[in-house]
């Protein structure tokens, strides 16, 4: 229900920097946010799921996934295994760009071409990525907007029509010249100074500079996309900011987005780290979500917030770029070796490495995925779990799971949901409610007069 990108490992937050700006956006409607009308009055709850001395989780859980029609689920799963495809083709397609570069000597062409314009290493360094990400981005387009804009109208998910979302593209290319060029002059900086000790400095400059992308994205990235306002309707507002004090957190303000400007989907985010974390919630789930689903859908992000979930992911994802820049100055040095002559590539303090660094970073990330699914996965467990317990609405919950099931497959194979799923599965998501919901059947039972 939250999305928290956080950069993966050093050269990595490159590489995620120009990755990020797939702005998800289908109803044919003009550019434009959807007005916010009133929350639905109340949930319909299945038969099944109502509470009774012989309520059945299993049989709760069942009913509440039929109330989805055939079609759509049909074409939810659709949408979500073609997903899976595309994280190989994404993989594929980016291996061949950083090969071209390589071998076709375009890498080394763009190098020379900034040492020509500057003496200065680290403008050279700036110019650079700066060539180098228009190249892979003009190489990527075919497929990237397909996968961003075609197919997202394709399935009913966008409201943008192209050029505003060309714009946010361009949004996003600017964004990522700016912040991947500050870190590629901090990495090859370091690596020019310590040339025997620079994989664990620039490690350390990475999760640095990563706790800082965290930090002032909710403030300096995010706005740039989309508007965020604080929500004033008292009987939105009301019932969350209660639950924030009755739970220990002392949220003052709710946030809204308009996401509809890009997408129907519906969802709710955690973001930023200490004085600029914040809670927010789209204004997609605002308009079609009951009072229920919302309070459930804010029990949850308050969970993330409680539980700590960006600081765990932060340490998290330290581990990891300590570990991909060991892994990075073996294989770079093993690689530079044996093809470097031929690229035409001195050595790592050479910029037009970047390529090769792209090429292995994404055969590391390619092969963790399924762990670093089950890291995000779990966190969201917990999450859920403390929403359930903060909100005692299982039956919101349901329905969120059940909306969320508009782009995610509800009901996956156990394989699947390992290797694919970062959010667990809509059907575990549902059961889980269910089962919370059967071992507190008195907060619902019908209360009599005396």
């Keep these: 229900m939250k999305s928290r990108a956080t950069p993966l490992a050093g050269f990595a937050v490159l590489a995620l920097l120009a990755a990020a700006g797939h702005a998800r956006a289908q109803q044919p409607t003009s550019p434009g946010a959807l007005p916010v009308t009133a929350v639905t009055s ?15 989780v299993a049989a709760a859980t069942d009913a509440y996934i039929a109330e989805i029609p055939a079609g759509a689920r049909a074409r939810s799963d659709a949408y979500f295994e073609g997903g899976y495809w595309l994280i190989l083709w994404d993989f594929l397609y980016a291996l061949v760009i950083y090969l071209v570069l390589l071998r076709l000597g375009w890498s ?12 200065f290493k680290p403008l050279q360094t700036l110019l650079y990525w700066t060539e180098f990400l228009v190249v892979t981005t003009v190489l990527g387009f075919p497929l990237a907007v ?6 997202e109208r394709q399935y009913g998910l966008a409201t943008q029509t192209l050029v505003p979302w060309l714009g946010d593209q361009l949004i996003m290319l600017l964004v990522n010249i700016v912040m991947g060029g500050i870190l590629a002059m901090l990495l ?8 025997r000790s ?12 990563m706790v ?9 990235i995010f706005p740039l996309l989309n508007k965020f306002t604080v929500l004033d309707d008292p009987k939105v507002t009301q019932p969350i900011l209660s639950m924030a004090r009755a739970n220990g957190i002392p949220a003052q303000k709710v946030y809204q987005m308009d996401a509809s400007r890009q997408t129907t989907r519906m969802s709710a985010n955690v973001s930023g780290y200490g004085q600029t974390m914040r809670i927010t919630l789209n204004d997609n789930l605002l308009r079609r979500g009951s009072p229920e689903e919302i309070q459930a859908v804010m029990g949850h992000e308050m969970g993330h917030y409680v539980l700590h979930h960006i600081a765990k992911d932060l340490l998290f994802f330290s581990v990891l770029i300590l570990i991909f820049f060991g892994f990075l100055r073996w294989s770079l040095e093993w690689s530079l070796a044996r093809w470097g002559a031929r690229w035409r590539i001195s050595g790592i ?9 792209f090429l292995l970073g994404s055969i590391a990330a390619f092969v963790i995925t399924p762990f670093f699914n089950t890291h995000i996965r779990t966190n969201e467990f917990e999450a859920d779990m403390y929403g359930l317990n903060a909100s005692r609405q299982p ?14 497959k509800m009901s996956p194979t156990p394989l699947e949901e390992w290797i694919f799923f970062d959010h667990p599965s809509g059907r575990n998501r549902i059961r889980a409610a269910m089962r919370w919901k059967a071992e507190n059947l008195q907060l619902f039972a019908p209360k009599s007069d005396h």
Excluded: N
Excluded at 198 to 209: K, T
Excluded at 395 to 408: K, N, Q, T, V
């Design 42 to 56: 109340k949930i319909t709850i299945p038969d099944a799921a109502q509470p009774s001395a012989h309520f059945d």
């Design 108 to 119: 080394a062409r763009m190098r020379d071409l900034a040492e020509r314009i500057t003496r």
């Design 146 to 151: 397909y996968e961003g804009y075609f197919r």
């Design 188 to 195: 090859f900086g370091v690596v020019r100074r310590w040339p």
């Design 198 to 209: 620079w994989w664990f400095r620039c490690a350390a400059v990475s999760m640095i500079f």
């Design 212 to 220: 800082f992308g965290v930090m002032i994205a909710p403030v300096f």
């Design 349 to 357: 303090g050479d910029t037009a490495v970047v390529p090769l660094v």
């Design 395 to 408: 039956d919101g919950f349901a329905e969120a799971a059940i909306h969320l099931g508009e782009y995610r």
